[in-house]
């Protein structure tokens, strides 16, 4: 297993981190996984015999059940560990039990820390954009946090682009602690990010956190263009997230030939390709059995050469949209030209 650097800290988290969305399964959460403590338990110890020391969960993951079974799975394994949760979802009926303000994160943090079992969370991430709320008030909230010593590191999850560099901006003006990781939705089907937050991740120093690499079991080889898929999968379920299927299998049917000529699955691909791309700092990995579990903790073995890369590039390649175009058009006059006989 390898270690990065979470964002600019000085933090190593493994480059797979376990997630834990499939665990207890209650209300919303019931179709995504159903996974009871005891098989949370297994997974959880086997993850971390293979080296992962990064784990995420959100308070709204099964209404709370998820922060509990992972704070028991660690248990006091839980200082070797990284520990990621979430606040913004809607906890409650009432009107300030959802989103951002001062109020709801300063009552979320310890609904979260007793349900994990912890005194501290070593990343708190907001789960998406409120836009009742002032990001000032968020940002404000969230440092006290950190100076309190309920929360080590920030981070982020969903946002656009401009969001996330305003954010950015208000933790500079104000010496407030900023983001230092974005979790957002990537696989080699769906590089949407590539448009404008890599560069901005890139700019800033933000570590990505990469939910759904299998984009929801789509990319895992074992659904088909005519239609063909396990009816117990969660794709065949729940149709998230949103991909353009024609473009995804077009990617499979390559990935498919490089997992042959690898012997190995076209998930592994699909997760090796995410773990070559320079801005992704670790990856989230979901499994509701061992065998699963297994087969993702093996894709870092996987290397893929330049020329599978290329392929993948090709196939995956976003349909070219302004300014990004207009971008690479003008840039290309302010690079030196090789002297001559070079």
């Not at 579990?293 to 290397?303: F, R």
């Amino acid at each position: 297993m390898k270690y990065k650097q979470l964002g600019r800290t000085g933090l190593l988290v493994s480059e797979l981190c376990f997630g834990t969305m499939t665990f207890a399964g209650r209300g919303f959460w019931k179709v995504v996984g159903q996974q009871p403590q005891e098989t949370a338990d297994n997974l959880i110890a086997k993850a971390l015999d293979a080296g992962i020391n990064f784990f995420d969960t959100a308070n709204i993951y099964s209404e709370g059940e998820s922060e509990k079974m992972l704070g028991k799975a660690l248990g006091k394994r839980r200082k070797e560990v990284v520990v990621a949760t979430k606040v913004r979802g809607r906890m409650g009926p009432g009107a300030n039990q959802v989103g951002l303000s001062r109020g709801h994160i300063m009552q979320s943090v310890e609904d979260s820390l007793s349900r994990l079992g912890t005194d501290y969370i070593d990343l708190y991430q907001i789960h998406g954009f409120d836009e009742l709320t002032p990001l000032e008030e968020t940002m404000r909230a969230l440092d006290d946090l950190v100076r309190s010593g309920k929360v080590r590191y920030l981070g982020c999850s969903n946002l656009a682009a401009w969001q996330l560099m305003k954010s950015l901006w208000i933790s500079d003006k104000s010496d407030l602690h900023r983001f230092e990781t974005l979790q957002a939705y990537y696989t080699i089907a769906g590089r949407d990010l590539e448009r404008e937050l890599v560069p901005l991740m890139r700019d800033q120093q933000i570590g990505l956190l990469v939910w759904s690499p299998l984009a929801g079991g789509l990319l895992s080889g074992k659904f088909y263009r005519e239609g063909e898929g396990p009816e117990n999968a969660r794709r065949a379920a729940f149709d998230f997230p949103p991909v353009d299927k024609e473009r995804a299998f077009n990617v499979v049917d390559v990935m498919r030939e490089i997992a042959a000529a690898h012997k190995v699955s076209v998930a592994q691909i699909a997760l090796s390709w995410l773990l070559h791309q320079p801005v992704v700092t670790s990856v989230i990995i979901g499994a509701k059995n061992d065998e699963q579990l297994s087969d993702n903790l093996s894709a870092p073995e996987v290397e893929l050469s330049a020329d599978e890369l290329s392929r993948l590039a090709e196939v995956s390649a976003l349909p070219p949209e302004y300014p990004g175009w207009m971008l690479e058009r003008q840039g290309q006059d302010r690079y030196p030209a090789p002297a001559p006989g070079a």
